[in-house]
Nanobody, 114 residues
Framework: QVQLVESGGGLVQAGGSLRLSCAISGSTSTINTIGWYRQAPGKQREWVAI?????QYADSVKGRFTISRDNAKNTVDLQMNSLKPEDTAVYYCGVVATRRREYWGRGTQVVVSS
């Protein structure tokens, strides 16, 4: 089992920045990939940034978002700059572990006002 807890969401004006953090606990040695995903109202969950060997970014956030991992602290952060209203969503930390097991946090709300 892997437990994930997100923090850092909130309300920000367009052009602003937020930093999300995901605290990871449990069977961390079983993790294959870890990353950030988001789900906007009325839309399907989509991936934003993941570690799969190296950091990978969705085209919509490339150049604005940066994912980082601190193995000593067991955290994965998402630095979000130049935020746009279309970035408004619930952001989730997600893990794919061995045997393709998936684990998700409860999410943190990000609202970007225009």
């Amino acid at each position: 089992q892997v437990q994930l807890v997100e923090s850092g969401g909130g309300l920000v004006q367009a052009g602003g920045s937020l930093r999300l953090s995901c605290a990871i606990s449990g069977s961390t040695s079983t993790i294959n990939t870890i990353g950030w995903y988001r789900q906007a109202p009325g839309k399907q969950r989509e991936w934003v940034a993941i570690f799969a060997g190296s950091p990978q970014y969705a085209d919509s956030v490339k150049g604005r978002f940066t994912i980082s991992r601190d193995n000593a602290k067991n955290t994965v952060d998402l630095q979000m700059n130049s935020l746009k209203p279309e970035d408004t969503a619930v952001y989730y930390c997600g893990v794919v572990a061995t045997r393709r097991r998936e684990y998700w946090g409860r999410g943190t709300q990000v609202v970007v006002s225009s």
